[in-house]
């Protein structure tokens, strides 16, 4: 049985999310509502929200858990290419926190395959959106030509980093704006980004499951840390792990 919290309930302990026999694991709890607090809580613990349209708000803590490590960004020599591109193309940008919810907005409407709608309801983006009023909260986005062709935003704790949605509306638009997050990231040590579920997408650019005991014992050091500054442009794609900032042959 998943409990029922109310506003002021505590999370209940990890070990009592759903096994995978469930058919929903590493489900932990379930609210009416959702709020900045409740979500900061929640991230603090090693626990995300994710739900649909018509669903009380349902809270997770899976095991594995997927991690990318910034050092282990997977960077393939065409992808690579493309940066190099983009560095010395003055019509790329990339911005930080220019549009934040314009940017859930946009993650909010990108297709998703085997996915009809959005968990990224309005209730999801105004308690996303009072983080990052709270400098909690944060936007990578590509901009091209003054347009936002991709972009992401997750959470942002001491030196850990929660991913939550991409979207792109140009080819490898979404992969710049994360290669972004990457190379600051690296260079301000973060060893870690909550990538919470497995994707073929996620595996491909390095991203692997780790157990959630050890997942939560990085999380505990990290949260507590002091937190990174949160101003960058393109020129941080030089701290790409295994970039090499030469002219295109």
Same mark, same amino acid.
């Given at each position: 049985m998943v409990p029922w919290l &109310? =506003? @002021? @309930?505590p999370f209940p302990p990890l070990e009592h999310a759903l096994?995978? %026999?469930s058919g929903a694991a590493g489900l932990l709890a379930a609210t009416g509502e959702l709020s900045a607090q409740r979500l900061l809580d929640a991230y603090r613990c090693g626990i995300f929200p +994710?739900? %649909?349209?018509g669903q009380p708000v349902l809270w997770w803590s899976p095991d594995p858990r997927m991690v990318l490590q910034p050092e282990r960004f997977r960077l393939t020599k065409s992808f =690579? *290419?493309?940066l190099r591109h983009v560095l010395r193309d003055e019509a790329w940008e990339i911005r930080v926190d220019d549009h934040f919810t314009e940017v859930m907005r946009a993650c909010a409407r990108a297709p998703r395959i085997g996915q009809d709608g959005t968990w990224i309801t309005p209730e999801v983006i105004a308690a996303y959106s009072a983080l990052y009023r709270q400098g909690l909260a944060h936007s990578v986005e590509a901009w091209y030509q003054g347009r936002r062709v991709g972009g992401l935003y997750g959470v942002s704790l001491g030196t850990m980093f929660f991913g939550e949605s991409m979207f792109a509306s140009r080819t490898d638009a979404s992969k710049i704006a994360?290669? =972004?997050?990457?190379?600051?990231? &690296? =260079?301000?040590g973060?060893?870690?980004?909550?990538?919470q579920q497995n994707t073929s997408h996620l595996a491909s650019l390095g991203a692997f499951e780790i157990a959630r005991r050890d997942f939560i014992t990085h999380l505990r050091g990290a949260v507590d840390a002091p937190p990174i500054p +949160? &101003?960058?442009? *393109?020129?941080?794609?030089e701290a790409v792990p295994g970039f090499q900032p030469v002219s295109e042959q």
């Open positions: &109310r =506003a @002021d @309930d096994g995978p %026999s +994710w739900y %649909s349209n =690579a *290419k493309t994360l290669a =972004a997050l990457v190379g600051h990231l &690296r =260079a301000h973060v060893q870690m980004i909550d990538c +949160w &101003r960058f442009d *393109k020129t941080v794609l």
